[in-house]
């Protein structure tokens, strides 16, 4: 942006020969766009020659160049002779420069008809969802397949990786999934008590809080916690990896990925979801307790008592063998999403949206399964 | 050129931590003039390069550019003078969400109001300027190869027809008849423009052919500064070694000088 006070100008003045153009003031690139559409309206005469006069102009740039000859160019699809002797050495040398490069370039990729990308989009999607479908099973083997090998040779798995990322999941998640677990236990103990008062049962709130705690809320919020918080971050880590061509990079140098960024990851979580679990098992009653001895008047001997009465082993394993299983949902799903990424920054984005969606979708359609499964055996 | 300098610096320290990477450093740069800096990887140029845009706090000294202080300055006024320069990072620093064409297009759309049209024109001919052809236009930077990524970005640079222009390598990566073509046209618009051009370059050819003068970084400071021939002449053993060395004999830098059968 060259600096020029002068407001730009131009005058059209036609003769027995044709016509000049004087120009003047400063045509620079902060000017060009009101000018653009002034040069627009111009009316160029039919035949004859055109003078480009530049004598009066203080400054121009390429911007400014650029306009001064597509009025040339206009002017010769009109069969005007177009004179550009009266423009100044510096200015013609510019015209000359942006003359050279007009080369008309397409901005965006080519857009299809509305209805006809839509139709596209859609039937794109559904192979692709198939596809994909295809992909992440053959991922689980592919991790499944290492799992294997680093199990015959254990010196093979990065220890000090999983005890990072073991903190990274598990240590540092316990405030947020105590919190969540302990209101969880406070909200269940007042809905279950507000409705098992009409029957005079308030003291059967122990067993709803214990049983639907350490059966399904415990593990359901520490997994989707555990997907929000360290799915997605999985996924972003891995992606930009992807795009910094780190990971073209570890395949050359004969490092696999999916042993040093998958595994650790998938152990770590697969290690600290069953005691998170735990955790909030035990956060998420202590809250139901709190809230029955606040607002029940029930003595925190009699909760334990009902307590012992109420749940049995079972109860808390239903909850706990789920745990490793969902982790693995999820760092399996975060890893692969990452490994999706191409192109840039906005593709990380997209994928790690995608990883914690998918990933709470499996979590809860694994819990589904679970329960038919332990309803029929039982448990 | 003119005695004002556009670009001023007395006394910058810089420092990341212990570690600093200039003490003491002056410079200036003058209207109209291509100054080459050069220096060993890892002496700081960037980093000096940074600095003068504002991108990085020194710890001491000061730098004006056009004549305003920019430490010190606030974020908006820092705004407005950028729209004077143009950067093009050693990394290409496309926007990776946009295509090349959109790219050229943000600066413009975000600093002046013209309708799309124009905007479109300009970005196809300052894409053939810096010598891509037209079809990667509608590319995202993602599909790019190293020396487009180099040219995209120096055609952003270019997108506001900038006052100063600050080139961090902008020839690495290009091929020697693409690097020609680069040392061509930053020459051909800085006698059309008057402009300005602060580059950063380790390639010999480049420095040979464009800069006017060339500053040397060692020692946390600005050693040497001076025509070719002052470089030439110089003792400093690794400004000897630099443009003594075998690939200053392939750039025919001795025969220029005089110095010497070649290589
Ligand atoms: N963000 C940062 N944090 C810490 N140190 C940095 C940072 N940026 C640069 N440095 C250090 O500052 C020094 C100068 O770096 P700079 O990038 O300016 O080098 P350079 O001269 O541009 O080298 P090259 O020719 O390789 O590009 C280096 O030692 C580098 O390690
Ligand atoms: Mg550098």
Known sequence: MTAGDERPSFELVTDDEGATVRLAGAWTVETAGPLFQELQLLRLPGRGRLILDGAALSAVDTAGAWLIYRLGREARKNNLAVDLAAMRGPHRSLIDEVAANDAPCPVTPPHKLGAVQLLEDLGKGTADLWREGLKFVSFVGLVVVTIGRTLLQPQRLRFTSVVYHMEQVGVRAMPIVGLMAFLLGIVIAQQGEFQLRRFGAEVFVVDLVAISILREIAILITAIMLAGRSGSAFTAQIGTMVLNEEIDAMRTLGIDPIETLVLPRLFAIVLMTPLLTFYSDIIGIFGGGLFSWLALDMTPAAFIDRLNAAITTDSFLVGIIKAPFFAAVIALAGCFEGLKVSGGAESVGKQTTRSVVESIFLVIVLDAAFAVFFSAINM | ?263
């Open chain 2, 1 to 263: 050129m003119t005695s004002d300098p556009v670009i001023k610096v007395r006394g910058l320290k810089t420092a990341f931590g212990p570690q600093v990477v200039h003490d003491n450093l002056d410079i200036d740069v003058y209207q109209g003039e291509i100054i080459g800096v050069v220096g060993g990887s890892g002496t700081g140029k960037s980093v000096l390069l940074r600095s003068i845009i504002g991108l990085l706090h020194p710890v001491a000294g000061s730098i004006e550019v056009l004549g305003k202080d920019i430490i010190g300055m606030s974020q908006h006024e820092l705004l407005e003078l950028a729209v004077r320069w143009g950067v093009l990072f050693q990394h290409g620093a496309l926007f990776t969400s946009l295509t090349v064409a959109q790219n050229i297009e943000a600066p413009l759309r975000e600093h002046t109001k013209m309708p799309q049209q124009l905007m479109d024109e300009i970005a196809s001919y300052k894409l053939s300027m810096v010598g891509l052809p037209p079809d990667a236009g509608a590319k995202f930077p993602a599909e790019l190869s190293g020396g487009m990524i180099k040219r995209a970005a120096l055609a952003r640079s270019l997108a506001l027809d900038p006052d100063i222009l600050f080139l961090d390598e902008p020839t690495s990566g290009l091929d020697p008849i693409g690097a020609a073509a680069f040392d061509g046209l930053i020459r051909r618009l800085r006698d059309a423009l008057g402009l300005t051009v602060f580059l950063v370059t380790h390639d010999l050819d480049t420095l040979h052919a464009v800069c006017d003068r060339i500053a040397v970084l060692a020692e946390k400071r600005v050693i040497v500064i001076g025509a070719m021939d002052d470089m030439l002449a110089c003792e400093h053993p690794w400004v000897r070694e630099y443009f003594h060395g075998p690939r200053s004999r392939a750039a025919g830098l001795h025969k220029a000088a005089g110095d010497g059968p070649q290589g």
